[in-house]
């Protein structure tokens, strides 16, 4: 294929245009998929979080993790590691959610070392100590590889911990009729 045969994006960039499933994973060409999240979107912290949690609502780590890394990219300095290790959660659970136990421990377990700094400042209003806890408990395992049928069940999104929000301090919900935590209380 020539490169001027390949995907591009409005900008000219290089973007692989075939349908995604809700886990990022590629269909066939002619597929229906999940429309995708537009990149490179510059939102306000309140907005890329709500948008992020949305996703993870709706079983779709891997475009939640699309919005974290805009957030990461755009994020002043100071809050870098703090989105970096956000999207890293996203895509470990992404991997949890394909069946890759091996790099969704580490990405997941990377993710909580970013975020860890930021425990007691909950910057955005971010669950910092609850997130590290759940990364810590390793139950985002829990959802499997077919925990959304053919992209994991909806809603098995952040596995639960075994204890209430109020013994945990995270703010939990059910979301089709799995437990999942939230990026903030």
């Not at 909806?154 to 596995?159: D, I």
Request: hydrophobic residues 35%.
């Amino acid at each position: 294929m020539e490169a001027s045969d390949r995907d591009r994006d409005p900008d000219g960039r290089a973007r692989n245009a075939r349908p995604r499933d809700g886990l990022g994973r590629p269909l066939p060409y002619g597929a229906v998929g999940v429309e995708r999240q537009p990149e490179g979107v510059v939102r306000a912290p309140d907005e890329s979080l709500r948008e992020a949690q949305r996703l993870l609502d709706e079983g779709k780590p891997f475009h939640a993790h699309e919005v974290l890394e805009d957030a990461w990219k755009s994020a002043p300095e100071a809050e870098r590691e703090l989105w970096r290790g956000l999207a890293q959660l996203a895509v470990g659970l992404t991997h949890a959610l394909r069946g890759n136990g091996r790099g969704a421990r580490s990405l997941v377990e990377r993710g909580a070392r970013s975020i860890e700094p930021y425990r007691d400042a909950r910057p955005h209003g971010v669950d910092v100590a609850g997130l590290v806890d759940w990364a810590e408990r390793g139950t985002y395992l829990d959802a499997g590889p077919d925990a959304a049928g053919t992209g994991g069940r909806e809603g098995a999104v952040l596995a639960a911990p075994e204890r209430t929000g109020a013994e945990t301090g995270v703010d939990q919900a059910v979301v089709g009729g799995a437990r999942v935590l939230r990026l903030r209380g």
